[in-house]
C-alpha cells in the first residue's frame, strides 16, 4: 500500500539534471517507504503475536475442551462465578466482561453523545467567534487527559456522590465507571462533531437564514442533518475508545464478574479483566491463552468499529452528503 | 486520602497493559510485556543461572513478601558491602516460573509449590528445589471499624466468600447487604484463601477483586458493609476479626502468639525457594535470614518468625537432600 501512495507521486515532474540531487530523492524515498511499512508490520506483528498467544484455546486438544464449553456459559444462580481460571474445576466464561463492557460503555456513550454534540452545535453554530476559540482547546484538552488521573477522580468524587444519589450498596459499579469513562469519549465525539459541523457550506445556513429561517431552525434542521455523517464517525471512534478504556473501570467500576443487568452492582470489564490478571498469570497456562483470545475479541471489535467509521462514513456517507451539497 | 492510597496500590500492582489509550495501545503493551517473557525463555536456555559472580543476586516472587524482601536485602547490604541483591515482586506465580526459567536465584513465595511446579524445577536444575520456610502470616478478616461483629467461624467466613450469605443479619449484625472484598485470583493470598477457608470451592460472583492488601484494608476502612482478607501486617485502621475453627471452638485473635503457635486457623508459612546448588553467596544470606538478626526484621516488618524449634540451619538438612538429590 505504501509502495502505491510512492508511486502514485508525480516523479516525472521532477526533471532534475543534478545527480546528487536525484539520489537525494531516491534516498529520502527510501526512508519514507521504509517508515510507513514499518507502521504496518508493526501492527500486522501485533496481530499475528496476539493470535499465537491465544491460538492454544483452539487448536490444543487439552485447552479447547477446557474452555470452549465454558466460555459462554451462564451462572446457574446469582453466585456463581464463572470465571474462575485458578479452581479446581476452572470455567472461562465471558459473559460477566462482556456484560461488564457493554454496561459502562452504554452509560458512556449514553452522557458523553448528547454533551458532546450539544456542545459541538453550540460552538459551531451559536458561539460567538472568541468563545469559539476558547472552549475548543479547552474540550479537547480533556483528551490528553491521562485516564489514570479520570479513574482516581471517580473513585474519589463520582462515587462516593453517586453513592448518596441512588442509595446503591455498591460504591463503586457500572455507572460510576462508565460516568469516567464519558469523560474520555466526550473530547473525541465533540472534536470530530464540531469539525463536522464547521465544513457544512455556510451558503447551505445563508440559504436557510434567506427562507427566513431562525438561527436554531438553520441548526437542527439544516446544518445537523448536513454534518449527521462526521457526528456518527466521531461517535464511532468515542464508542472505540470507551470500550477500550482499561484504568479508569479498573479503578473506578468496582472490578467483580457479575451476570448482571443491574447497572449498580459492581462490575469487571474484558479490557480490565487483562489489566488485573495478565501481570501474575502463569505463562503459556490456558488462563493466559484465555487472556490473550479477550485481546483478540478486543482487536477485533475495535477493528470493526473504526472501519465502520473510516470506510463507510467517511467514505461513503460522507461523500454522498457534500455531494448532495 | 487513604483511596488515594489506594488508587497508587492499583498503579503499583499493575503492570504495562493499563497505560493504554485503545485497545491498539493494550496489545501493543502485551507484545512488549511479552517480549520481555520470551527474552527470559532464551536465557534459561543458557543453563547458567545469573549472579554467579559479579552479578547481583535476584530475589523475585510474592507480592506480599516484597517489603520484607527489602528490608532484609538493605540491612544485609549494609552489613555486606561486597554483595548486591535485587528484590522484585510479581507474585509467588511470578517467582516461581523464574525460578524454573532460572531467572532469579531465590524465589519468594506465599504458598508452597505445587507438585507439577516442584517437577519443572527439578527438570531444570536435576535435583529437588529446596524450600525454606523463612516467616510466618496470619491472614486477617478485616471489617470497617464501626462493625459491632467482633468474631467469626471458618463456616461463615466460607458461606460470605462463597455467596452463600448475603447479608449481616445472618451473622447477628444490621440488616444489611455485605461488600465482599477480595484478591487478584493470581495472589498467592487468594489461592491461600481458596483452599483453607473456602476448601476449594470457588468464590462467588460478587467478590470485588482488588490488587493488593493494601488496597482492600484501605477499601474495607471506607465502606463500612465491608469485608476483606490479608496480611496480618497490614491491618491498620479497620479491625480484624477473631477466628472460631467451628461454631464450639474459642474464638482466636490473630497475634504473634496466636499465629506463631499455630493456634490461629489461617496462618500460613512464607518461603524461599532455591534451584542450583545452595552455597555461596545465597546461603550466606538464607542463613542470615534465619539468624536472630534476619529474624528480627521478620517482626519489624509485622509478620512473624519461624518458631525456634523449626529454626533447623538450612545447610545441615536441606541443602543435603539438595546435594545428594544432584548426584
Same mark, same amino acid.
Given at each position: 500500500?505504501?509502495?502505491?501512495?510512492?508511486?502514485?507521486? =508525480?516523479?516525472?515532474?521532477?526533471?532534475?539534471?543534478?545527480?546528487?540531487?536525484?539520489?537525494?530523492?531516491?534516498?529520502?524515498?527510501?526512508?519514507?517507504?521504509?517508515?510507513?511499512?514499518?507502521?504496518?508490520?508493526?501492527?500486522?506483528?501485533?496481530?499475528?503475536?496476539?493470535?499465537?498467544?491465544?491460538?492454544?484455546?483452539?487448536?490444543?486438544?487439552? @485447552?479447547?475442551?477446557?474452555?470452549?464449553?465454558?466460555?459462554?456459559?451462564?451462572?446457574?444462580?446469582?453466585?456463581?462465578?464463572?470465571?474462575?481460571?485458578?479452581?479446581?474445576?476452572?470455567?472461562?466464561?465471558?459473559?460477566?466482561?462482556?456484560?461488564?463492557?457493554?454496561?459502562?460503555?452504554?452509560?458512556?456513550?449514553?452522557?458523553?453523545?448528547?454533551?458532546?454534540?450539544?456542545?459541538?452545535?453550540?460552538?459551531?453554530?451559536?458561539?460567538?467567534?472568541?468563545?469559539?476559540?476558547?472552549?475548543?482547546?479547552?474540550?479537547?484538552?480533556?483528551?490528553?487527559?491521562?485516564?489514570?488521573?479520570?479513574?482516581?477522580?471517580?473513585?474519589?468524587?463520582?462515587?462516593?456522590?453517586?453513592?448518596?444519589?441512588?442509595?446503591?450498596?455498591?460504591?463503586?459499579?457500572?455507572?460510576?465507571?462508565?460516568?469516567?469513562?464519558?469523560?474520555?469519549?466526550?473530547?473525541?465525539?465533540?472534536?470530530?462533531?464540531?469539525?463536522?459541523?464547521?465544513?457544512?457550506?455556510?451558503?447551505?445556513?445563508?440559504?436557510?437564514?434567506?427562507?427566513?429561517?431562525?438561527?436554531?431552525?438553520?441548526?437542527?434542521?439544516?446544518?445537523? =442533518?448536513?454534518?449527521?455523517?462526521?457526528?456518527?464517525?466521531?461517535?464511532?471512534?468515542?464508542?472505540?475508545?470507551?470500550?477500550?478504556?482499561?484504568?479508569?473501570?479498573?479503578?473506578?467500576?468496582?472490578?467483580?464478574?457479575?451476570?448482571?443487568?443491574?447497572?449498580?452492582?459492581?462490575? @469487571?470489564?474484558?479490557?480490565?479483566?487483562?489489566?488485573?490478571?495478565?501481570?501474575?498469570?502463569?505463562?503459556?497456562?490456558?488462563?493466559?491463552?484465555?487472556?490473550?483470545?479477550?485481546?483478540?475479541?478486543?482487536?477485533?471489535?475495535?477493528?470493526?468499529?473504526?472501519?465502520?467509521?473510516?470506510?463507510?462514513?467517511?467514505?461513503?456517507?460522507?461523500?454522498?452528503?457534500?455531494?448532495?451539497? | 486520602?487513604?483511596?488515594?492510597?489506594?488508587?497508587?496500590?492499583?498503579?503499583?500492582?499493575?503492570?504495562?497493559?493499563?497505560?493504554?489509550?485503545?485497545?491498539?495501545?493494550?496489545?501493543?503493551?502485551?507484545?512488549?510485556?511479552?517480549?520481555?517473557?520470551?527474552?527470559?525463555?532464551?536465557?534459561?536456555?543458557?543453563?547458567?543461572?545469573?549472579?554467579?559472580?559479579?552479578?547481583?543476586?535476584?530475589?523475585?516472587?510474592?507480592?506480599?513478601?516484597?517489603?520484607?524482601?527489602?528490608?532484609?536485602?538493605?540491612?544485609?547490604?549494609?552489613?555486606?558491602?561486597?554483595?548486591?541483591?535485587?528484590?522484585?515482586?510479581?507474585?509467588?506465580?511470578?517467582?516461581?516460573?523464574?525460578?524454573?526459567?532460572?531467572?532469579?536465584?531465590?524465589?519468594?513465595?506465599?504458598?508452597?509449590?505445587?507438585?507439577?511446579?516442584?517437577?519443572?524445577?527439578?527438570?531444570?536444575?536435576?535435583?529437588?528445589?529446596?524450600?525454606?520456610?523463612?516467616?510466618?502470616?496470619?491472614?486477617?478478616?478485616?471489617?470497617?471499624?464501626?462493625?459491632?461483629?467482633?468474631?467469626?467461624?471458618?463456616?461463615?467466613?466460607?458461606?460470605?466468600?462463597?455467596?452463600?450469605?448475603?447479608?449481616?443479619?445472618?451473622?447477628?449484625?444490621?440488616?444489611?447487604?455485605?461488600?465482599?472484598?477480595?484478591?487478584?485470583?493470581?495472589?498467592?493470598?487468594?489461592?491461600?484463601?481458596?483452599?483453607?477457608?473456602?476448601?476449594?470451592?470457588?468464590?462467588?460472583?460478587?467478590?470485588?477483586?482488588?490488587?493488593?492488601?493494601?488496597?482492600?484494608?484501605?477499601?474495607?476502612?471506607?465502606?463500612?458493609?465491608?469485608?476483606?482478607?490479608?496480611?496480618?501486617?497490614?491491618?491498620?485502621?479497620?479491625?480484624?476479626?477473631?477466628?472460631?475453627?467451628?461454631?464450639?471452638?474459642?474464638?482466636?485473635?490473630?497475634?504473634?502468639?496466636?499465629?506463631?503457635?499455630?493456634?490461629?486457623?489461617?496462618?500460613?508459612?512464607?518461603?524461599?525457594?532455591?534451584?542450583?546448588?545452595?552455597?555461596?553467596?545465597?546461603?550466606?544470606?538464607?542463613?542470615?535470614?534465619?539468624?536472630?538478626?534476619?529474624?528480627?526484621?521478620?517482626?519489624?516488618?509485622?509478620?512473624?518468625?519461624?518458631?525456634?524449634? @523449626?529454626?533447623?540451619?538450612?545447610?545441615?538438612?536441606?541443602?543435603?537432600?539438595?546435594?545428594?538429590?544432584?548426584?
Amino acid at each position: 500500500m505504501a509502495e502505491a501512495i510512492i508511486e502514485s507521486m =508525480p516523479l516525472s515532474r521532477q526533471v532534475r539534471t543534478n545527480p546528487a540531487a536525484k539520489n537525494a530523492d531516491a534516498a529520502a524515498r527510501v526512508a519514507i517507504t521504509a517508515v510507513a511499512v514499518f507502521a504496518l508490520a508493526i501492527i500486522f506483528l501485533i496481530l499475528i503475536f496476539i493470535f499465537k498467544e491465544a491460538k492454544d484455546v483452539f487448536f490444543d486438544a487439552k @485447552k479447547r475442551d477446557q474452555v470452549l464449553p465454558t466460555l459462554f456459559m451462564m451462572p446457574a444462580n446469582e453466585n456463581q462465578a464463572v470465571w474462575t481460571p485458578i479452581s479446581k474445576n476452572p470455567k472461562y466464561s465471558l459473559m460477566p466482561m462482556l456484560l461488564g463492557t457493554l454496561k459502562t460503555t452504554l452509560v458512556a456513550m449514553f452522557i458523553a453523545i448528547p454533551i458532546s454534540v450539544l456542545a459541538a452545535i453550540y460552538t459551531a453554530c451559536f458561539a460567538p467567534r472568541w468563545v469559539r476559540e476558547i472552549v475548543k482547546p479547552a474540550i479537547e484538552l480533556l483528551a490528553g487527559f491521562p485516564s489514570v488521573v479520570l479513574g482516581f477522580f471517580a473513585l474519589i468524587a463520582i462515587a462516593g456522590f453517586m453513592q448518596r444519589l441512588t442509595g446503591a450498596d455498591y460504591r463503586l459499579n457500572a455507572i460510576v465507571g462508565g460516568i469516567a469513562v464519558s469523560l474520555t469519549a466526550i473530547p473525541i465525539i465533540f472534536t470530530i462533531a464540531e469539525d463536522a459541523l464547521s465544513a457544512v457550506p455556510k451558503a447551505m445556513q445563508e440559504a436557510s437564514y434567506g427562507l427566513g429561517a431562525t438561527e436554531w431552525e438553520t441548526a437542527f434542521y439544516i446544518v445537523l =442533518p448536513a454534518a449527521y455523517p462526521g457526528i456518527f464517525a466521531g461517535i464511532l471512534l468515542g464508542l472505540g475508545r470507551a470500550f477500550g478504556e482499561t484504568l479508569i473501570v479498573l479503578l473506578a467500576a468496582g472490578n467483580a464478574l457479575i451476570v448482571s443487568w443491574d447497572f449498580l452492582v459492581p462490575t @469487571k470489564t474484558l479490557t480490565a479483566t487483562i489489566g488485573a490478571e495478565m501481570g501474575e498469570v502463569v505463562y503459556g497456562d490456558t488462563h493466559y491463552n484465555v487472556l490473550f483470545l479477550i485481546g483478540v475479541f478486543l482487536f477485533v471489535f475495535s477493528v470493526i468499529i473504526n472501519s465502520i467509521a473510516e470506510f463507510y462514513v467517511k467514505g461513503r456517507l460522507m461523500k454522498k452528503f457534500s455531494g448532495a451539497a | 486520602m487513604t483511596e488515594l492510597t489506594f488508587g497508587i496500590a492499583h498503579i503499583a500492582a499493575m503492570t504495562a497493559a493499563q497505560l493504554s489509550r485503545s485497545t491498539k495501545y493494550i496489545a501493543f503493551a502485551l507484545l512488549l510485556s511479552l517480549a520481555a517473557c520470551g527474552g527470559d525463555h532464551n536465557e534459561s536456555s543458557g543453563g547458567q543461572p545469573p549472579a554467579a559472580s559479579g552479578e547481583p543476586m535476584s530475589i523475585k516472587g510474592s507480592d506480599t513478601m516484597v517489603i520484607l524482601g527489602q528490608k532484609w536485602a538493605e540491612t544485609y547490604m549494609k552489613k555486606n558491602s561486597g554483595t548486591r541483591i535485587q528484590i522484585s515482586g510479581g507474585g509467588s506465580g511470578t517467582g516461581i516460573v523464574a525460578l524454573i526459567n532460572g531467572t532469579t536465584d531465590i524465589c519468594q513465595a506465599s504458598r508452597p509449590m505445587k507438585k507439577s511446579e516442584r517437577e519443572k524445577v527439578k527438570a531444570k536444575y536435576g535435583h529437588d528445589v529446596l524450600e525454606i520456610p523463612v516467616a510466618k502470616d496470619g491472614i486477617a478478616v478485616y471489617v470497617h471499624a464501626d462493625n459491632p461483629i467482633r468474631e467469626i467461624t471458618m463456616q461463615q467466613l466460607e458461606k460470605i466468600y462463597t455467596g452463600e450469605i448475603s447479608n449481616w443479619r445472618d451473622l447477628g449484625g444490621a440488616n444489611q447487604r455485605i461488600i465482599v472484598f477480595g484478591r487478584e485470583n493470581s495472589s498467592g493470598t487468594y489461592g491461600f484463601f481458596m483452599e483453607h477457608v473456602l476448601r476449594d470451592k470457588d468464590f462467588g460472583a460478587a467478590v470485588q477483586t482488588l490488587p493488593g492488601t493494601a488496597a482492600v484494608v484501605n477499601a474495607v476502612s471506607e465502606e463500612t458493609k465491608a469485608i476483606g482478607y490479608g496480611g496480618d501486617a497490614y491491618s491498620t485502621g479497620v479491625r480484624a476479626l477473631a477466628i472460631k475453627k467451628d461454631s464450639a471452638a474459642q474464638a482466636i485473635a490473630p497475634g504473634e502468639v496466636s499465629i506463631m503457635t499455630g493456634t490461629y486457623p489461617i496462618a500460613r508459612d512464607l518461603y524461599f525457594y532455591i534451584g542450583k546448588e545452595f552455597k555461596g553467596a545465597e546461603k550466606e544470606f538464607v542463613e542470615w535470614v534465619m539468624s536472630e538478626e534476619g529474624q528480627g526484621i521478620v517482626k519489624k516488618v509485622g509478620y512473624y518468625p519461624i518458631p525456634k524449634k @523449626k529454626l533447623a540451619p538450612p545447610d545441615s538438612t536441606a541443602a543435603d537432600t539438595a546435594k545428594t538429590a544432584s548426584k
